[in-house]
């Protein structure tokens, strides 16, 4: 049996040299070009070596769809499908590999305009709303369920000033004793005081049109029974009894 030339390399050492786990690994540079055999599983050693190193270098910016799916957390097939929409490519004469700063500017690609459409997705949706939201109130409107904020106010402030002219002439028609007028009066003024505080509180909650303050706080709403009411204190024709 000759002896192995020297400088030559089984094809089990040269797994080893190179840390490959399988002979498929060893048979994948050689298909690539990275080293030949110079006789059935012999290499020579400096050519594996070399091969090997330039063969490194040269790939060192290939991946695989595996590493790429985990990287992004997503599936392979996910990977492989958007390389077929064409964000990114696989390297001419392989299958499932790319160049990773390739694959990695094409998927930002992607995701920027993923989230661009996701934008334009979502204002189309507030729009179509706001239409729908308009079509509804008009709608409301023409089957008279609708009636305009003018004449809610108007029906609101005539009925509080209906209740704030009663209440006026409460003590004077109730009794004609000056004491027991002025204590009506501070308990009717008291329960004013407080529909009004409640009437504000409620006109900040939900954010009225107009000045709320304005609107309690004007002259016409003083207590009763006092020098600051502009009311009578007989007022609504109440009689001394």
């Known amino acids: 049996m000759a002896e192995p030339e020297a400088g030559t390399v089984s094809a089990e050492q040269a797994m080893l040299l190179l840390l490959l786990d399988s002979a498929a690994e060893l048979k994948r540079l050689e298909r690539e070009g990275a080293f030949q055999q110079i006789a059935p599983g012999r290499y020579w050693l400096k050519d594996l070596v070399q091969g090997f190193v330039r063969h490194s ?4 910016n290939v991946t695989d769809s595996g590493v790429l799916a985990r990287c992004w957390n997503l599936t392979s097939a ?4 958007l390389a077929r929409e064409g964000w990114f490519k696989s390297l001419e004469g392989t299958h499932g590999k790319y160049d990773w ?4 500017a094409g998927f930002i690609r992607y995701l920027r305009d993923e989230d661009r459409r996701s934008t334009k997705s979502a204002a189309e949706t507030r729009i179509r709303d706001a239409k729908a939201r308009d079509i509804e109130v008009r709608t409301q409107q ?9 004449v ?3 029906m609101i402030d ?3 000033g209906m209740v704030r002219s009663e209440f006026a002439g409460l003590a004077a028609a109730t009794t004609r004793d000056l ?3 002025r204590m009506i009066e501070r308990e009717v003024n008291a329960r004013l005081r407080r529909i009004a505080e409640h009437a504000m509180a409620q006109a900040i909650r939900l954010e009225a049109a107009g000045s709320a303050d304005d609107a309690v706080g004007a002259d016409r709403a003083g207590p009763v029974g006092s020098s600051q009411s502009d009311l009578p204190s007989n007022g609504g024709g109440a009689r001394t009894t």
Not at 78 to 81: L, N, P
Not at 101 to 104: M, P, T
């Open 78 to 81: 996910r990977v492989g499908q």
């Open 179 to 181: 004491t027991m007028r």
């Open 101 to 104: 700063f390739d694959a990695c």
């Open 152 to 154: 809610y106010e108007e």
């Open 158 to 160: 005539g009925m509080a």
């Open 142 to 150: 023409r089957l008279s369920r609708l009636i305009p904020l003018d």
């Open 57 to 60: 270098r040269e790939h060192r």
